[in-house]
C-alpha cells in the first residue's frame, strides 16, 4: 500500500463542513468534556478511543438520552466480553424513537413506497397512536418483558410499529424476510422460542405476487411457544382462524406506556446467515443500540429532522433495524418494499427521487449494476436532494466510486460517496462515513467515534499501510450483550475473542493507510495465500467485473493434500459471451496488470452462477469446503443459500477432480 497523499476525490466544502452536526459536537463536547477543539475529526476520534467514559457520556448528553433512572457510572467493566455499559440506569429505545411527535406531529415519520412507486406517509401522531394500541394490546396477550416478538414481514409500515411496540413493553423483537423459506425461518425463530408472530399472507416483487400462507401455516405448526398470531393482509386475503386482525389491534387512540428497562435489556435478536451450521442468534441492548444508533446516524450519516433516510434492505438483514434507527434523530424513513431492479435497473433511483431522499444507502452491487446497465441517475431524474450516497454489503470498488462521483458531477451536484463497513454482530459501522473528512477512491473516509479500530499482524502488533486483520481493542455499547442458547458464552467467546485474548476480532481483512483512511479487502477466513502473500478476494472481484462479458464471479483458494495450493476463478457470464481464449487471455491480463501475478487463478471456469447468502453476499468458505471433499450436507446450512442447485455444480467439480 503506497503512503504517497493521492489527489482526495471528494473535498466538502468549508460550509458543508461547518454546518455538519459532528463538527457542532466537537466544538460542544470541546466546552463541556475536555474534547479538541482543533486538530478536527482526527484528534476529536483520538479523544473518543482514549476517553470512553466521557465520549460516552457526551453523546448521551448530546441527544438528550432520557435516563428514568441514573447511571453510576458509563463503564462498570470495560472488558470484553462482558463490558457493562451505564450500570443502574433504565430507558426504553421505542419512547426516543417516538420523540419528534412532540414537535412535529403531523409530518411524515415514514413514506412507504411499493413497486407502483405510489408514496404513502405515515405522520409521527398516527405512528405513536399504532404504537400506543399494540403495546397495549400486547400487553392484554401477556406478552412481558424479555418475551420473544417475531415477524415474518417485508419492508412494510407494519414492521416498524411492531418493532417499536414490541419494544415499548419490553419485549425482544426478532425478523424474517418473507423471501426466507420455512426452514430458514424456523432455524432462526426455534432458537428463541417466540410468543407472538406478526406475518404477511404475501408479498410483491418484482412485478409478482408472492402467495406465503402455506409457509405461515408451517411456521404456526413448528413454533409451539405462540400464543397469538397477527395477521396482516398484504395481499388482501382472509385472516386464517386462530389469527387476531391487523387493524383491529391498532386501531385505539392510546398513549404508549414506555416499560423503563436496563440499559441492557435485550431489544432485539438478529441472525448470522448461518452457511455452515445454524444461525448464530446475536442479542443486543435497548441502550446499546440507542446510543450507538445516535452517534452513527446523528454524527457520522448527519442526520436531523429535514432529512429523509432511504436504504434499500430487507427485514432479514441488520440494515432494516439500522434504517429504524433514523426515526432516533426526528428523520424520516423511506421504507421500500419491492425489487431493487424492478420495473428497471434505476428503480431504487427513482423511489430516492420520488421520496426526496437526502442520504440514499444501497449495495456496492447495484452501484456497479448500474454503471455496467448504463444507467444515468444524476441525468435522467431529479436527485438534486440526495447529499450523500452510502453503501454496504461489500466493498465498493474504486470504479464504483468514480461513477458515482462523475454521475453527479456533470449534473453540478457535489456528491458525499459513503462507503461503510461493519457488521450485524454489533448492527453499526466500524469504519465509514464522515461529513467533514475528504474521500479517496477506494476507501472508507475513517473508523468511527467510540470504535478503536486497528489493523493487526498475526503477532498482535497494530500495523499502518499494511494488510492486517480487523480489531477493535475497546468495547462498543451495541456489541453483543450474548448469543441466545449460549449459556456458558463459549460460542460468543469462540466468534470474535479466540484469536486475540480481550481483543475484538472480526474476520475481515483491512488496511489503515497512514492518512487514516481504511481499505476493506475481504474476509480473512475465506482469505487467499499465494506463497506465503495474502490476499483479498475483493480486489479480484473488483477487477474481473470491469469487463462487461463478467456479470459476477468468484474465486477460492483451496489447500491440497499434497501440499499444493489451487486457486480457481468461476465466472458468471453476462448473456451472450463466450468464456473463449480471447476472454480467457483479457481476464488473466487484467488481474496481472492491476493487481499482480500472484493473483492470476489457476484456472478459469465457467458457472450457471453465484451462490450468496439470503443477504446477498457471495458465499465462499462453503464452497471451499465443497471443493476440499467436505459433503453438501456438511458444508452448508441449505436454508442459508439463496439458489442450492447452484452449489450442485461445485459439488460435482470436487467429485471430477478427486
Known amino acids: 500500500m503506497s503512503t504517497d497523499r493521492p489527489q482526495p476525490l471528494w473535498q466538502p466544502d468549508p460550509q458543508r463542513v461547518a454546518q455538519a452536526r459532528i463538527t457542532r459536537f466537537q466544538s460542544w463536547a470541546a466546552e463541556h468534556h475536555g474534547a479538541p477543539a482543533d486538530g478536527g475529526y482526527p484528534a476529536l476520534h483520538r479523544w473518543s478511543v482514549d476517553e470512553p467514559d466521557t465520549f460516552w457520556k457526551a453523546v448521551t448528553e448530546w441527544f438528550d438520552v432520557r435516563f428514568s433512572t441514573p447511571y453510576a457510572r458509563v463503564l462498570g467493566d470495560r472488558a470484553m466480553p462482558g463490558a457493562q455499559w451505564f450500570p443502574g440506569a433504565t430507558l426504553n429505545y421505542a419512547e426516543?424513537?417516538?420523540?419528534?411527535?412532540?414537535?412535529?406531529?403531523?409530518?411524515?415519520?415514514?413514506?412507504?413506497?411499493?413497486?407502483?412507486?405510489?408514496?404513502?406517509?405515515v405522520t409521527w401522531a398516527a405512528l405513536r397512536r399504532q404504537v400506543g394500541s399494540l403495546a397495549a394490546e400486547l400487553r392484554a396477550l401477556g406478552v412481558r418483558p424479555g418475551d420473544r416478538v417475531s415477524g415474518y414481514l417485508p419492508n412494510i409500515p407494519q414492521a416498524v410499529v411492531a418493532l417499536l411496540a414490541t419494544a415499548a413493553v419490553g419485549g425482544v423483537w426478532t425478523s424474517c424476510a418473507p423471501d426466507f423459506g420455512a426452514r430458514s425461518v424456523l432455524d432462526r425463530f426455534q432458537?428463541?422460542?417466540?410468543?407472538?408472530?406478526?406475518?404477511?399472507?404475501?408479498?410483491?416483487?418484482?412485478?409478482?405476487?408472492?402467495?406465503?400462507?402455506?409457509?405461515?401455516?408451517?411456521?404456526?405448526?413448528?413454533?409451539?411457544?405462540?400464543?397469538?398470531?397477527?395477521?396482516?393482509?398484504?395481499?388482501?386475503?382472509?385472516?386464517?382462524?386462530?389469527?387476531?386482525?391487523?387493524?383491529?389491534?391498532?386501531?385505539?387512540?392510546?398513549e404508549p406506556v414506555f416499560e423503563q428497562v436496563p440499559f441492557d435489556h435485550p431489544l432485539w435478536v438478529l441472525y448470522s446467515s448461518g452457511t455452515t451450521?445454524?444461525?448464530?442468534?446475536?442479542?443486543?441492548?435497548?441502550?446499546?443500540?440507542?446510543?450507538?444508533?445516535?452517534?452513527?446516524?446523528?454524527?457520522?450519516?448527519?442526520?436531523?429532522p429535514e432529512d429523509r433516510f432511504f436504504w434499500y434492505t430487507s427485514t432479514g438483514w441488520m440494515m432494516w433495524n439500522f434504517l429504524v434507527s433514523g426515526l432516533l434523530t426526528g428523520t424520516t424513513v423511506v421504507l421500500y418494499d419491492g425489487s431493487p431492479g424492478f420495473p428497471a435497473t434505476d428503480?431504487?433511483?427513482?423511489?430516492?427521487?420520488?421520496?426526496?431522499?437526502?442520504?440514499?444507502?444501497?449495495?456496492?452491487?447495484?452501484?456497479?449494476?448500474?454503471?455496467?446497465?448504463?444507467?444515468?441517475?444524476?441525468?435522467?431524474?431529479?436527485?438534486?436532494?440526495?447529499?450523500?450516497?452510502?453503501?454496504?454489503?461489500?466493498?465498493?470498488?474504486?470504479?464504483?466510486?468514480?461513477?458515482?462521483?462523475?454521475?453527479?458531477?456533470?449534473?453540478?451536484?457535489?456528491?458525499?460517496?459513503?462507503?461503510?463497513?461493519?457488521?450485524?454482530?454489533?448492527?453499526?459501522?466500524?469504519?465509514g462515513a464522515v461529513p467533514t473528512l475528504p474521500v479517496h477512491i477506494g476507501e472508507l473516509q475513517a473508523p468511527c467515534l467510540g470504535t478503536d479500530l486497528q489493523a493487526w499482524d498475526p503477532h498482535g502488533n497494530p500495523v499502518t499501510d499494511e494488510v492486517g486483520e480487523l480489531v477493535v481493542t475497546n468495547p462498543m455499547p451495541s456489541m453483543p450483550i450474548r448469543f441466545w442458547n449460549d449459556p456458558d458464552g463459549s460460542r460468543y467467546h469462540d466468534s470474535y475473542f479466540d484469536t486475540y485474548p480481550g481483543v475484538w476480532r472480526h474476520g475481515d481483512w483491512i488496511t489503515v493507510t497512514s492518512r487514516g483512511s481504511v481499505v476493506i479487502h475481504g474476509r480473512s477466513d475465506s482469505t487467499l495465500n499465494r506463497q506465503g502473500v495474502r490476499m483479498g478476494s475483493a480486489d479480484i472481484y473488483e477487477a474481473v467485473e470491469r469487463l462487461p462479458e463478467i456479470r459476477e464471479s468468484l474465486v477460492i483458494g483451496v489447500e491440497q493434500p499434497d501440499g499444493g495450493y489451487w486457486m480457481p476463478l468461476f465466472v458468471h457470464l453476462a448473456p451472450g459471451s463466450t468464456l473463449d481464449d480471447t476472454l480467457l487471455d483479457r481476464i488473466k491480463r487484467t488481474i496481472r496488470e492491476q493487481l499482480s501475478p500472484r493473483h492470476v487463478p489457476d484456472e478459469?471456469?465457467?458457472?450457471?452462477?453465484?451462490?450468496?447468502?439470503?443477504?446477498?453476499?457471495?458465499?465462499?468458505?462453503?464452497?471451499?469446503?465443497?471443493?476440499?471433499?467436505?459433503?453438501?450436507?456438511?458444508?452448508?446450512?441449505?436454508?442459508?443459500?439463496?439458489n442450492l442447485d447452484l452449489l450442485h455444480f461445485y459439488e460435482e467439480l470436487a467429485r471430477k477432480r478427486s
Open 604 to 642: 478459469v471456469i465457467e458457472v450457471p452462477g453465484i451462490p450468496h447468502t439470503l443477504t446477498g453476499k457471495r458465499i465462499e468458505v462453503p464452497v471451499k469446503r465443497l471443493l476440499q471433499g467436505t459433503p453438501l450436507d456438511k458444508a452448508v446450512n441449505p436454508g442459508s443459500i439463496d
Open 96 to 121: 426516543h424513537a417516538l420523540r419528534a411527535t412532540d414537535t412535529r406531529a403531523d409530518e411524515p415519520a415514514l413514506l412507504y413506497v411499493d413497486e407502483t412507486h405510489e408514496t404513502v406517509p
Open 191 to 254: 432458537q428463541v422460542e417466540p410468543v407472538v408472530l406478526f406475518t404477511v399472507d404475501g408479498y410483491r416483487y418484482g412485478g409478482k405476487e408472492h402467495d406465503r400462507r402455506d409457509t405461515v401455516a408451517e411456521l404456526r405448526r413448528e413454533l409451539p411457544t405462540l400464543r397469538a398470531v397477527v395477521h396482516i393482509p398484504l395481499l388482501g386475503t382472509e385472516a386464517p382462524e386462530g389469527t387476531l386482525d391487523w387493524s383491529s389491534l391498532t386501531a385505539a387512540d392510546t
Open 347 to 431: 428503480a431504487q433511483w427513482r423511489v430516492a427521487e420520488r421520496t426526496g431522499a437526502t442520504l440514499f444507502g444501497t449495495s456496492a452491487a447495484y452501484v456497479m449494476a448500474c454503471r455496467k446497465a448504463d444507467v444515468h441517475p444524476a441525468r435522467d431524474l431529479d436527485l438534486s436532494r440526495v447529499q450523500c450516497v452510502a453503501t454496504t454489503g461489500s466493498p465498493l470498488p474504486p470504479d464504483g466510486f468514480r461513477w458515482l462521483h462523475d454521475e453527479f458531477a456533470e449534473s453540478g451536484a457535489d456528491l458525499w460517496i459513503a462507503s461503510v463497513s461493519g457488521g450485524t454482530d454489533v448492527c453499526s459501522c466500524f469504519a
Open 277 to 304: 451450521g445454524l444461525p448464530k442468534a446475536i442479542v443486543q441492548s435497548q441502550g446499546g443500540i440507542l446510543v450507538e444508533h445516535l452517534k452513527q446516524l446523528g454524527l457520522h450519516c448527519d442526520l436531523g
